[in-house]
């Protein structure tokens, strides 16, 4: 059994006052007591204070290992804050937390808004984006931002997504002497509010208006991706996914991903992909929808031809073959991922033959697909029928 040597201290705008008799405890026994500079002033640490490196790195205290060590964080330690990162590299009995209430705890008890029904983002260190797809009227969003100008920043964002007039709360200082609540507007943060005299830590309160939100089905407008042709349409998109399957936490290779919609798509679902294309151009479309739609943190973008490229990745859950699918490939997946589902689109008779010849090998299901749209045929209209399809979709 290990030596409990860690502390992990959550602690707020009112300092020592707002600690438990056990927190206050454990930070009067430690040798060291790490944090940001903030939190070192609030705990008054004095001399045993030892700031975050920069970049943030969790060495020197670990490197102390065996030592009476506090780690100070705001609020709950395990709500966006150290002590998840901290806990990977210890033994349960190494450590013990001592939460105090989060800034979403203290931000949902000013706004009178039940902390259930509400969106938690930490967007202090992530892009703006990661907040799209909950932004849909009657959501409620709490989002930790880095600064003042942190504020002004996503205001201007939430306006470019069409949201400008969003309520909002800035909250100030939640908790300690400083605290202030200020509602607005996206749109009129500057005329409403100093950002100068914004005390930090900062938090902004979200109830999103004048846009409709991302869809939650699949099948996103193609218009909404960045592409050059090459990507799989949306009628035909909500189909694939739909034999995909997606479950939250699942991997996803898109090979041949072209504009990486399909992988973009299934991490809107909670899924993780890797996106395989061998053209720069495309993987940079790719690498620009991610982040557009906040899911760059979920999905790899490997540019290179398959099967190649798919050495050393990970074993996939489900794989998507959009194009260039032949014996080959399905034989290199098969023993990559022998236990992914896949899922074959083909449009070339050459690639349809083989679906044809896999089905009758391996079973799985076997689907002709045609779509056809309107469109004007002179003065009248007529069916304008797009290259059927014929999808595998089977268990490997």
Excluded: Y
């Amino acid at each position: 059994m290990a030596e409990r040597w860690l502390d992990i201290i959550g602690i707020g705008e009112d300092g020592l006052a707002g600690l438990s008799g056990a927190g206050r405890a454990a930070l009067e026994q430690a040798a060291f007591v790490f944090g940001g500079p903030r939190h070192l002033a609030l705990a008054q640490a004095g001399a045993r204070g030892q700031a975050w490196p920069r970049p943030f790195d969790l060495a020197p205290v670990l490197a102390l290992r065996g030592r009476r060590v506090a780690v100070l964080a705001s609020g709950d330690p395990f709500w966006f804050g150290a002590g998840g990162a901290l806990a990977a590299h210890l033994a349960p009995d190494e450590w013990t937390a001592h939460p105090a209430p989060s800034t979403f705890s203290l931000a949902a008890a000013r706004l009178g808004w039940p902390l259930e029904g509400v969106a938690c983002l930490g967007l202090h260190a992530r892009p703006f984006a990661v907040a799209r797809v909950h932004l849909h009227p009657g959501a409620r969003l709490l989002c930790l931002l880095a600064s003042a100008e942190a504020v002004g920043s996503f205001a201007q964002w939430l306006c470019d997504q069409g949201f400008g007039s969003s309520t909002l709360w800035v909250l100030q200082a939640l908790g300690g002497p400083r605290e202030r609540v200020h509602r607005t507007t996206a749109q009129g943060l500057d005329l409403d509010l100093d950002l100068a005299g914004i005390a930090t830590p900062v938090a902004v309160g979200l109830e999103p208006a004048g846009a409709a939100g991302l869809p939650r089905a699949a099948g996103l407008p193609d218009a909404a991706f960045a592409h050059d042709g090459q990507i799989t349409k949306s009628p035909m998109r909500a189909l694939t996914l739909a034999a995909l399957a997606p479950r939250p936490g699942e991997l996803l290779w898109d090979v041949g991903a072209g504009a990486g919609s399909v992988a973009i798509e299934w991490c809107l679902a909670g899924g993780r992909a890797c996106a395989v294309e061998q053209h720069a151009a495309r993987a940079a479309n790719i690498q620009a929808n991610a982040g557009r739609f906040g899911v760059a943190e979920r999905l790899q973008v490997v540019t290179g031809r398959a099967p190649e490229a798919l050495a050393g990745l990970a074993p996939a859950q489900a794989i998507f073959a959009g194009g260039g699918f032949d014996l080959a490939l399905f034989e290199a997946l098969r023993a990559a991922s022998p236990v992914a589902r896949l899922v074959a689109n083909a449009v070339a008779l050459e690639t349809e033959a083989l679906l044809l010849q896999l089905h009758a090998s391996h079973g799985g299901t076997l689907l002709r697909i045609d779509i056809a749209q309107a469109a004007p045929l002179g003065r009248l209209r007529s069916w304008a029928p797009s290259r059927p399809i014929v999808q595998w979709s089977v268990q490997l």
